[in-house]
């Protein structure tokens, strides 16, 4: 196969030099242009297969010169964005005009190898250009710049080049979800496997052990997640306290296992271990309730994932960051949070963390009107679930199938009040199906069009 040609476009020489040096040590075929115009003959003259384009170069700025590379070579070479001064909502634009990915200042070598790798591999693997739009869509990160959150990720990003278990430790909706992802991501030689995720509440405590690990039938292995043939990605395991006694000693004999068995061999016949709690497990364990071997095993790499209230100067970034997030993946039509809003929000203690200003930008793009969010909608937003004024009460003395079911039928209810009693915009703020929505309407025996003329 042909060497790669990758065009590099940088004002900064230093970086253009250091770059074209670390991808000709990998055998690519490198040029280089410290503007616009420089940048135009290359291309005219010998097509590149990658651009790698920073955002700010002299005559030129780098989305212009994006869209004008996109527009005058619809089929050609991907292109990888760079700079050290962008924004959340620069990298979407970048994405939205047909950007690979986007990759921020100062570099990291690992991670641009990494990206370059998979973007050529992706674009060598098309068969036809119809298939451009189906790449691998961009790592996304754990966002916020503040100093709590960049040592976060580098602390991550160490972690990532180990194969020792990680214990992801922080409040529900502080975002281990996400950072067990990043980890995933980070490692290039777990990425190229399949990431799973696993609810141990959603598990039977006596189906755990089949689901996770598996059986012997008829003299036959039937592998559950863990021992699953050939997994060489990663497994996350959220809430591990939940975990059966039983799980819990097959886990360690796992752990314990491939850990003696060294790290070559282990990557080849087990995944990468991600687990995650909102709880002291050390209590637990001095209660009798987790296995203690366990527990140290699965400390050996521990990471705190902080509240949302410990680096509010990230709200703003945030913000931007789910607005564009859902824009493009959900849809919903663009609005901006004004600067009263975004103060505003700064000092809110946020008791349901990242997850719960996701789901406060979600509710306010489905549900507002105007492309501006003002002061007034985000503190109707910040209020308590009430029903006609009242706050949301269940009766306590109810069994629980009962309480449940009371709890989904005041919470729909209000839902379909605040979306007029559209089905399709309810469906979205609870994050349902719409169809599996109408079923469970009608089993609780609720009027949808009857809840939205009440409005």
Not at 423 to 440: C, D, F, I, N, S
């Amino acid at each position: 196969m042909t060497v790669p040609h990758i065009l590099v476009v940088d004002d900064e020489p230093d970086i253009r030099i250091l770059i074209r040096e670390i991808l000709e040590d990998e055998n690519y075929r490198v040029s280089i242009a410290e503007n616009g115009t420089t940048a135009r003959q290359v291309w005219q003259n010998d097509p590149p297969d990658l651009l790698l384009l920073d955002i700010w170069i002299p005559d030129i700025d780098g989305i212009s010169l994006l869209r004008e590379w996109i527009q005058g070579h619809p089929k050609g070479a991907p292109v990888i964005m760079m700079s050290g001064h962008g924004t959340v909502e620069t990298a979407v634009q970048a994405t939205r005009l047909g950007a690979v990915d986007y990759i921020e200042k100062p570099l990291s070598m690992a991670k641009l190898l990494l990206t370059v790798e998979k973007t050529l591999a992706t674009s060598y693997e098309l068969p036809s250009p119809s298939k451009i739009g189906e790449r691998s869509p961009p790592l996304l990160e754990p966002a916020g710049k503040s100093l709590l959150m960049t040592k976060l990720r580098e602390q991550a990003r160490r972690m990532a080049d180990d194969e020792a278990p990680i214990l992801l430790i922080g409040e529900p909706g502080s975002g281990k979800n996400l950072f067990a992802q990043y980890l995933h991501a980070v490692r290039s030689s777990r990425c190229e496997g399949p990431f799973t995720a696993v609810d141990i509440a959603s598990l039977k405590p006596e189906s755990q052990d089949l689901e996770l690990f598996g059986e012997s039938l008829d003299h036959q292995n039937q592998p559950g997640i863990l021992l699953e043939e050939g997994r060489r990605g990663t497994v996350f395991l959220n809430g591990i306290e939940a975990l059966s006694p039983i799980s819990q000693r097959r886990l360690y004999g796992l752990i314990d296992t491939a850990a003696s068995m060294g790290t070559i061999t282990s990557e080849q016949r087990f995944p990468r271990l991600v687990a995650a709690t909102s709880v002291d497990l050390l209590q637990l364990v001095e209660a009798g309730r987790f296995q203690e071997d366990l527990f140290y095993q699965l400390s050996v790499l521990p990471l705190a994932i902080p509240p949302l209230r410990e680096h509010p100067e990230d709200i703003p970034e945030l913000l931007n960051y789910f607005v564009n997030l859902l824009v493009e993946q959900e849809g919903y039509p663009y609005r901006h949070f004004s600067v009263a809003t975004q103060n505003r929000l700064r000092n809110y203690n946020w008791p349901g963390n990242v997850q719960e200003l996701r789901n406060l930008v979600r509710r306010l793009l489905i549900i507002g009107g105007g492309t501006e969010i003002g002061l007034a909608e985000v503190e109707a937003s910040l209020k308590p679930i009430s029903i006609t004024g009242t706050p949301l009460s269940i009766d306590l003395g109810l069994p629980l199938r009962e309480a449940r079911e009371q709890f989904e039928r005041l919470y729909l209810e209000h839902k379909l009040r605040e979306t007029g009693g559209n089905v399709g915009k309810a469906a979205k703020l609870v994050e349902m199906e719409r169809t599996h929505l109408y079923r469970k309407l009608r089993a609780l025996g609720i009027d949808a069009k009857q809840l939205g003329n009440q409005e």
